[in-house]
């Protein structure tokens, strides 16, 4: 598969995990979940530590709860080398104002589905907070030589391939 094909494969996974995280209704969250998460595919950011298709759907359902109003935008997908990716996303209100902004490194399993996940926050500024899950599980995931940015909290890297900013993940279509 060339990198465009394996580019646009990921930026639909990606698409369709934020719309899980978007989908209200468990029935829906539960389709899109398994066209993009692995049966054992693990979750982590600075707060939890998942494993599980049922648990990422229980988690996912437990964040809607309590944040109601609130939808993630995909900002960016990057393929990064040795089936991984790397997304950058916004979470807005109901008047579309950026409350949180962050980001997912992630490797996908023989079948395109997500088996590792960890998420980031930003910082002001676009740049990555110290101390964050990217920091400590980054170059665990595919090495320190391919995603490791010299030591420093920022992004310095050139931007990816990418998608329009704000796209709204319901735009996309859901898998069958």
């Known amino acids: 598969m ?4 394996e580019t646009r494969a990921v930026e639909r996974t990606a698409g369709w995990y934020l719309g899980a995280w978007n989908a209200t209704d468990a029935a829906e969250r539960w389709q899109l979940l398994r066209a993009t998460w692995s049966d054992d595919g693990r979750f982590e950011d600075p707060l939890i530590r998942l494993t599980g298709r049922e648990a990422m759907a229980h988690h996912m359902r437990r964040c809607q709860q309590r944040y109601a109003d609130r939808r993630y935008l995909l900002r960016r997908c990057t393929l990064i080398a040795h089936q991984g990716f790397q997304l950058e996303w916004s979470m807005v209100d109901g ?16 079948l395109g589905r997500i088996e590792r996940l960890v998420a980031y926050y930003l910082a002001r500024g676009g740049q990555r907070a110290r101390n964050t899950a ?43």
């Open 95 to 110: 008047r579309g104002r950026e409350i949180l902004a962050g980001g997912d490194v992630g490797r996908l399993d023989a």
């Open 2 to 5: 060339g990198q465009a094909c």
């Open 134 to 176: 990217w920091n400590q599980a980054g170059p665990r995931l595919f090495g320190a030589t391919l995603l490791h940015d010299g030591g420093n909290d920022r992004d310095d890297a050139a931007p990816g391939p990418a998608t329009p900013p704000s796209v709204p993940v319901q735009a996309l279509a859901l898998p069958a």
